[in-house]
T-cell receptor, first 111, second 112 residues
Framework: SQQGEEDPQALSIQEGENATMNCSYK?????LQWYRQNSGRGLVHLIL?????REKHSGRLRVTLDTSKKSSSLLITASRAADTASYFC???????????FGAGTRLTVKP | DTGVSQDPRHKITKRGQNVTFRCDPI?????LYWYRQTLGQGPEFLTY????????KSRLLSDRFSAERPKGSFSTLEIQRTEQGDSAMYLC??????????FGSGTRLTVV
């Protein structure tokens, strides 16, 4: 079964704008990860945030985690057309070894 | 090793046939995962190996599905008596403990 739920399901923005995607989950987690997937390809790991962390940065990416609300957000700043892809959040629970994904947000960045 | 390799990239098979997919993980990763993804959905967990031991299986993994990881290296996923509902992308991933997962490019299965 899916664990995370992304919001919105689809997002369309202009190049240069910021894109924010949200993820909610249901159970206690060890860490939360964000992945990108270009159409028909495998997933690429973007960033991992642990349950005791609140914010992480990686280049143009900023991830926040609020364990009290069981939610996370991914911010992509100064978006580029090449950022067009589906973005998934995935959670790893304590004492559990599998990672569960949400249905993803489809991001389109128009040049 | 530059990444996780999956073979074949595409497989078209007739309903009722058996198919087998292979995954070669990153050599120093002891954990290997299989996921299934259908169009417009996120990957769904199928099964997980730590070294050669299969530690968890999803309820999605019916008795027609079997996975192995002999000697804790490459893994195979076999689907027996394929059905049209098995059509999907089958993704393999590997990781060390508590890290990000590295995914292969997947095997796209079409059952006709």
């Amino acid at each position: 079964s899916q664990q995370g739920e992304e919001d919105p399901q689809a997002l369309s923005i202009q190049e240069g704008e910021n894109a924010t995607m949200n993820c909610s989950y249901k159970t206690s987690i060890n860490n939360l990860q964000w992945y990108r997937q270009n159409s028909g390809r495998g997933l690429v790991h973007l960033i991992l945030i642990r349950s005791n962390e609140r914010e992480k940065h990686s280049g143009r990416l900023r991830v926040t985690l609020d364990t009290s609300k069981k939610s996370s957000s991914l911010l992509i700043t100064a978006s580029r057309a090449a950022d067009t892809a589906s973005y998934f959040c995935a959670t790893v629970r304590y004492n559990n070894n599998d990672m569960r994904f949400g249905a993803g947000t489809r991001l389109t960045v128009k040049p | 090793d530059t990444g996780v390799s999956q073979d074949p990239r595409h497989k078209i098979t007739k309903r009722g046939q058996n198919v087998t997919f292979r995954c070669d993980p990153i050599s120093e990763h002891n954990r290997l995962y299989w996921y299934r993804q259908t169009l417009g959905q996120g990957p769904e967990f199928l099964t997980y190996f730590q070294n050669e031991a299969q530690l968890e299986k999803s309820r999605l993994l019916s008795d027609r599905f079997s996975a192995e990881r002999p000697k804790g290296s490459f893994s195979t996923l076999e689907i027996q008596r394929t059905e049209q509902g098995d059509s999907a992308m089958y993704l393999c991933a590997s990781t060390r403990a508590d890290g990000g997962y590295t995914f292969g490019s997947g095997t796209r299965l079409t059952v006709v």
